[in-house]
């Protein structure tokens, strides 16, 4: 069976709790930890975004988890800065860091100033950044001039082994593209038939035989309306697809693009129950699709009744 993991979503909860979070996750019996990595939240009732590489030195020397953490190299961040964050943290921790590149949001990358490429020149962009971090992870001295510059860049500082480098898509068309050159690949739950062709176009490109990881949005709580409310009030506002999600700049413009979302449309992008057994079969079925790692989001901002409710309940039927 897949690895179970806890998603810290930083858009909705103070850095300080998710370390107190993460290390009830571990307690509970969860195997990994995948971090988000946002400039702003999604929504003004959200109200939190800090900063994930901080939080990923402090939550890694408290527990003894793997953890994983979305980025996008190429406009907020420098990919010789990247580089250099990945390094130290995987010198410190070594063989528990991945890292999951995406082309980015403009709500996180807007604050630089800069236009806002087309997702084709943000993909040719995210090409290039992992070319100049795998390289430095690898001790050269990188030079590179193109959609993104770097000028005599080189890691001083080099872990015994290089973090994972995986690649984020939502589509087969990115998967298949991403089987190229990433040494893994990370996804969401959509239906079934759409995880098994981002799957299957990952596999068939390069792709076969690396490691795949789901991310899965989810709201329990004892009561199942009180489980819809949670996840209405709190993630109506990422039930839009792509390109309107990439394309809105500010967490006010997200909650006016969200005033007609009802709790009913939630059940798209959401697993939402208060039944544990139900995700037990969610979580089989991911597993069936050939997922290695599963990492679950809660989208409520309180985590440790949910924590403990799936560590009695869920991780044990899932494992058995």
């Known amino acids: ?33 995948w971090s988000s990595d946002h400039f702003s939240p999604w929504s003004v009732r959200q109200g939190e975004s800090g900063f994930a590489f901080s939080w990923l030195g402090a939550a890694m ?14 406009q907020r961040y420098h990919p010789a800065i990247v580089a250099q964050a990945l ?51 690898t001790g ?30 939502v589509s087969a068309a990115t998967a298949r593209w991403a089987a190229e050159w990433a040494e893994g690949l990370v996804t969401i739950w959509q239906p079934a038939d759409t995880l098994r062709g981002i799957v299957e ?18 709201s329990w709580a004892p009561d199942e309306e009180e489980a819809l409310r949670i996840a209405h009030e709190q993630w109506r ?10 394309d809105i700049a500010t967490p006010e413009e997200f909650d006016q693009a969200a005033k007609h979302v009802r709790p009913e449309d939630m059940h798209g992008g959401v697993l939402i129950a208060a039944d544990p057994k139900r995700f037990t079969e969610w979580l089989h079925e991911a597993a069936d699709l050939g997922f290695d790692e599963i990492y679950l989001h809660h989208v409520g901002q309180e985590q ?14 899932v494992r058995a």
């Open 237 to 246: 506002t990422n039930v839009f697809e792509a390109p309107l999600c990439w």
């Open 201 to 218: 176009a990952f596999r068939e490109n390069g792709g076969d035989g690396k490691p795949l990881a789901l991310q899965v949005h989810l």
């Open 61 to 74: 020397a408290t527990t003894t988890l793997p953890f994983g953490v979305v980025n996008a190299p190429g």
């Open 140 to 169: 050269d001295e990188v030079t590179h001039h193109g959609l993104v510059h770097v000028d005599r860049a080189r890691l001083w500082t080099l872990p015994e082994q290089p973090p994972r480098l995986l690649a984020t898509a």
């Open 1 to 33: 069976m897949p690895v179970i993991g806890w998603h810290a979503s930083h858009e909705q909860i103070p850095p300080s709790r998710l370390l107190t979070d993460v290390r009830h996750a571990q307690d509970a019996g969860f195997g990994a930890v």
């Open 87 to 137: 390094a130290t943290l995987a010198e410190m921790f070594p063989r528990r860091l991945s890292v999951a590149f995406g082309s980015g949001e403009f709500s996180n990358e807007h604050v630089t100033g800069e236009p806002w490429p087309d997702k084709a020149t943000r993909n040719a962009r995210l090409r290039e950044c992992v070319d100049v971090v795998r390289a430095l992870l």
């Open 304 to 317: 440790r009744a949910f924590l403990d409710c799936f560590g009695e309940h869920v991780l044990p039927a």
